[in-house]
């Protein structure tokens, strides 16, 4: 009978009861019926139910990973800091750029008394006064639909169909998003026409748009930004819900209100005659102060150039010289530096009206070249004798007269030092009263500078009725005898010469006979050691055995030339690099002068082979030179394609000489598709000829 009556809610309870037992299951019974069940639960009762259990997982949350919440906050935080930043700076650029403006005018006179009376500051006064606006308009726009939610009109301001109007406000925003791809939360904020200007503040759900007539203060984006705040607090709902009916808006327009009954009318107070006595006031004090500076700077001036007067005065003096010459403080400065026999500077102060104790000299003693003053020396120290006159003729100072010997040796040996800078002194015009016995002894110091000049040997010298003559041996790489003649005071004409060549076997014309006849290389060195010739370094098989061949000639005459420390130059590094840089190719893309960046390690390991290989090769005493050919596809025109391998080639030249390698060592040249690494019968083809290739010349 119980299963009759009850069998179908037994059933139904043991799969409840075999539900509840299997979490599993009941998860996912639950998870069927959840979403609808919170859907249709009213949101005050959901939300307390699911706050405590949202708000544990969201600190625990932020606990395990506080960078999540960063990342989330970011987007939202950013804008809003970057805007109220950039507002603040234009705030101040304003503030600053209205101060200036006035800082100097009556109206900012006036203005700045009146800070001192209100004790607030003159930039605060200044924005008061200067910026007159009016707010005719406010505009409140679905910030989703793009359609008008309500529009305030100020009193005495027209316009043209608000929804037209909102639209058009619409239709730009869309067209500067679309245009210049700006995010979805950032949009036009500012639009200038004349004397209007249109302030564009958004929000989550709408946009006010304010249009101002006049200069408004950046302030009043923070007024406007409260307005739009507030009417979201207050009508969030509605406004996420808004379809084009405003019925349940009706308190935002209240709102807007506020917005157009925002201005600042000019002030129009009467003529300021209180700033106009301070400030004629202030002008008779600065006249009255100009003229009285103008007066002293006047008499001032005329001192400082009577001090003029004197410095050219004292500058035109021989044997002065002004190095430095100032006025500071009142006072007088001057240095320089004067020779003991010029005029005493302090005398020429008489008559130039500049006062001596406020004159400060600091002179330094030296020894003009100024004919006049090395003639007073030269007469102190000489003491020519009474057969001689000295004076000056064309700044040169002329001896003249007769004088012994050793009077003339000394005039002599002043006119060679006066020589390296000084007046020239001329004793051509002094006669030797023994000119044999001069003429004899200059002749022996000429015959003993020759004998100890290398690769001349004096056979045979004497003197005979007033000439000299002179014979014996000379290397063609030693001093010229004639040339010797010079500075010794024997007439040419006067000295007869006779010299046999030979060849000298001094260590010095050795080397370089040797240097000329053998032209080592650069890698080798010839060097004098203990009077034997020693080649040192290294240089190519030929050149060594040249050498032996020389040194085998030399040690019959008694000349050791040592080749013992010569080596054998390897050129079989040289060539195993040569190897590496030629198989090496720059690749590039199909119509494209520059490689790609998958080049760069390549071209970095070109570059430090190049500049090895070339010190290799200055070390061998050879020169190397790069020849990098550019070469395209046979993609195009053959103009074009002859136009791209040159200019890759230079792209190439000018990649290396930025990672060091000297420019002078590179050569290129365009072969366009005349040169191809492979057949043109696939991609793969194509793209091994769009390259550069290098090849290494040795000079």
């Known amino acids: 009978m119980r299963q009759l009556l009850v069998s179908r809610e037994i059933s139904e309870l043991s799969r409840v009861t075999h539900l509840l037992d299997e ?24 939300g307390e139910a699911l706050a405590p259990a949202v708000e544990r997982a969201v600190q625990r949350s932020i606990q395990k990973s506080p960078r999540t919440l960063t990342d989330i906050l970011y987007p939202v935080f950013l804008p809003a800091i970057r805007k109220s930043i950039g507002e603040k700076i234009d705030q101040t650029f304003q503030s600053l750029n209205e101060t200036l403006r006035h800082i100097f005018t009556w109206h900012g006179l006036k203005w700045r008394l009146e800070a001192w009376r209100t004790g607030a500051s003159f930039s605060a ?19 989703n ?19 037209l109007i909102s639209s058009m406000l619409s239709a730009i925003q869309d067209f500067v998003k679309d245009s210049f791809n700006e995010k979805e939360q950032s949009g036009l904020d500012t639009i200038r026409f004349g004397e209007l200007r249109l302030w564009s503040e958004v929000g989550p759900f709408a946009t006010l748009v304010s249009v101002i007539r006049g200069n408004p203060p950046e302030e009043l984006h923070e007024i406007v930004r409260d307005v739009l705040l507030r009417i979201h607090e207050e009508s969030s709902q509605a406004l996420e819900q808004f379809d084009g009916d405003g019925s349940q808006l009706a308190s935002v327009e209240a709102q807007l209100q506020t917005c157009v009954e925002l201005k600042q009318e000019e002030s129009n107070d009467g003529f300021p005659w209180l700033v106009a006595a301070v400030a004629l006031l202030l002008l008779s004090l600065a006249g009255g102060w100009y003229f009285l500076s103008w007066q002293s700077a006047q008499r001032w001036q005329a001192y400082v150039s009577r001090w003029q007067a004197y410095v050219s005065r004292v500058e035109a003096q021989p044997g002065i010289i002004v190095a430095e010459q100032q006025v500071r403080d009142g006072q007088f400065y001057i240095a320089g530096l004067r020779d003991p026999l010029a005029v005493d500077p302090q005398s020429l102060l008489s008559g130039t009206g500049v006062d001596p104790a406020g004159v400060h000299s600091q002179w ?38 007769e004088a012994p010997d050793t009077w003339i040796d000394r005039a002599r040996a002043a006119a060679r030092q006066l020589s390296a800078g000084g007046p020239e002194f001329d004793i051509s015009k002094v006669r030797d009263v023994s000119p044999e016995a001069r003429a004899a002894e200059h002749w022996q110091y000429y015959v003993s500078r020759l004998e100890a000049q290398p690769g001349i040997i004096v056979a045979q010298q004497t003197a005979r009725g007033g000439h000299f003559y002179i014979s014996g041996l000379r290397d063609p790489l030693a001093a010229d005898p004639q040339a010797l003649l010079s500075g010794t005071d024997v007439d040419p004409a006067r000295v007869h010469a006779q010299w046999q060549f030979y060849q000298s076997l001094d ?8 240097t000329a006849a053998l032209s080592p290389p650069k890698t080798v060195q010839l060097s004098i050691i203990q009077g034997r010739i020693v080649a040192v370094g290294e240089a190519p098989a030929g050149w060594i055995n040249r050498a032996r061949a020389a040194a085998e000639q030399l040690s019959a005459d008694g000349v050791v030339l ?20 030629q198989t090496t190719d720059i690749f ?29 090769a200055r070390n061998s005493g050879v020169t190397a030179r790069f020849m990098l050919t550019g070469h395209s596809d046979t993609t ?31 050569l290129v040249r365009g072969a366009g598709t005349f040169e191809p690494a492979v057949p043109e019968n696939s991609l793969t083809g194509s793209s091994t000829n769009r390259r550069v290739s290098i090849t290494v010349n040795l000079d």
Do not use: C, M, W
């Open 562 to 581: 040592d080749v013992s420390q010569l080596r054998e130059l390897n050129l079989a590094e040289l060539n195993h690099l040569r190897q590496a840089i």
């Open 507 to 514: 260590p010095k014309f050795v080397v370089k006979r040797l």
């Open 588 to 616: 590039f893309s199909s119509g494209k002068v520059v490689p790609g960046p998958e080049q760069t390690p390549v071209l970095d390991r070109l570059a430090d082979q190049i500049k090895e290989f070339a010190q290799s």
């Open 364 to 401: 330094q003693f030296y020894q003009s070249l100024e004919p006049e003053f090395v003639l007073k020396r030269l007469t102190a120290s000489l003491y020519p004798p009474e057969t001689v006159r000295l004076s000056i003729v064309d700044d040169r100072i002329v001896a003249e007269g």
């Open 125 to 143: 006064v200044v924005l008061k006064h200067s910026l007159v606006y009016r707010v005719e308009h406010a505009f409140l726009i679905h910030r």
């Open 23 to 46: 979490p599993e299951q009941l998860a996912a019974a639950v998870g069927d019926v959840l979403p609808s069940a919170a859907g249709r639960a009213p949101y005050a009762q959901l």
């Open 145 to 163: 639909s793009g359609l008008l939610i309500t529009h305030v009109t100020a009193d005495n301001a027209t316009s043209e169909d608000p929804q």
């Open 636 to 666: 195009g025109r053959e103009t074009a394609n002859a136009s791209i391998s040159a200019a890759r080639a230079e792209t190439v030249r000018a990649l290396l000489n930025k990672r060091g390698v000297a420019p002078e060592l590179l």
